[in-house]
């Protein structure tokens, strides 16, 4: 027996292929019809042709619309989990940070975060959240993973091939609004470069990047991204508060690197789903949970995942996230998680990783 979800899943492709079967099945049709005799006839029924093809797509748009408004009518949004484009915020999430002291290094705070955070467009395979980026830091998220694209002297957001509406200036000033709004905070932003044979970038992708941070740069510490990575993990909140702070995944002069051994311990097994990938991240808070202190480097868990083409980012959310909520942050009443990025997730976890900072 099929859930709802699961029925809506399955309209949504089957509308997808009948229009692809469609669209091969017409182009057939035209080019065996295409002998002289019918070449005048055809330049002027390519009207309608024309027409047809219009109103497949508008009808084709207006049952995707009607299924998606549907989604959203119905949409899941539990404690660890939320597929919908909003939900109710506390105040408090919203400024957590005011109510922790500013000698609190960044190595020792527990931070939820969002995997591919704008990836909110392109269908169940590419979505990767539900929420923009303010609805994101007003729930209380302050580590983003932003993936940009060179294009046409600009940069773009991208999830893969995919545009997400938005460009990075939009990104930088959501932030900023945000602080200046909330100066007690601080975020994390991962900046990755999103190149793809299908949708490559154009043009020199870094100095796109310096003339966006020159342009925010009061907005960052000292004017400029941290560029130690052992620094940065030494770095109090105090520090921190009302600043941006810049990593990469490359060696990188424009903030701290990722994947640095000195800088941060990163769990990142992103092709593995559901079970399997829950053992990678239980694995990883149990190393971060029995480090020595004082720790001298981030711990950073990715609890997304996917794997084509059974298990969606959506599908290994509701497995995975629920499993760090009910398994370990409730039984342990756990105060060392790291830093945990997300796909979906919802205000009960997002809650419970912030609270989790009042036990140290």
Sequence with gaps: MLDMESVFILINLLLKMFKKIFVILLFFHLVNSCNRQ??????????????????????????????????????????????????????????WMSFLPDSRRLADLNIPGTHNSCAIHGGLLVECQSLTIPQQLNAGI???????????????????????????????????????????????????????????CEGDWDALVQRHIDKYASFFRNGYPVRSNRALAWLSLGELRGTITTFSTMIWHYGAVLNDINFADVQDQYSTCGRTKWIAVEDHLVRHKFRPHPRNFMSINFLSAFCVPFVPPYRNAKIVN?????????????????????????????????DSNQNQ
Excluded at 167 to 185: A, G, I, M, R
Aim: aromatic share 12%; glycine share 6%; proline share 3%.
């Design 38 to 95: 019918v070449v005048a006839k055809g330049i002027k029924k390519g009207k309608s042709v024309k027409t047809v093809m219009q109103r497949v797509n508008n009808a084709y748009n207006s049952a995707s619309q009607a299924l998606d408004d549907y989604g959203q009518k119905h949409c899941d949004s539990l404690d660890y989990y939320n597929w919908c484009k909003h939900f109710f915020t506390p105040n408090y999430y919203r400024r």
């Design 322 to 354: 629920e499993r760090i909520l009910r398994d370990w942050i409730e039984l342990r009443d756990n105060d060392q998680l790291g830093t945990i990025l997300m796909d979906f997730p919802g205000q009960t976890i997002i809650g419970k990783i912030i």
């Design 142 to 200: 302050r580590f983003l993973d932003i993936r940009l694209r060179s294009f046409h002297g600009g940069l773009v957001v991208h999830h893969g091939q995919f545009y997400q509406h938005m460009n990075f200036d939009h990104v930088l000033s959501d932030c900023t609004n945000f602080l200046w709004e909330n100066p007690s905070e601080t975020i994390l932003m991962r900046i990755k470069k999103e190149c793809t044979s299908v949708s490559p």
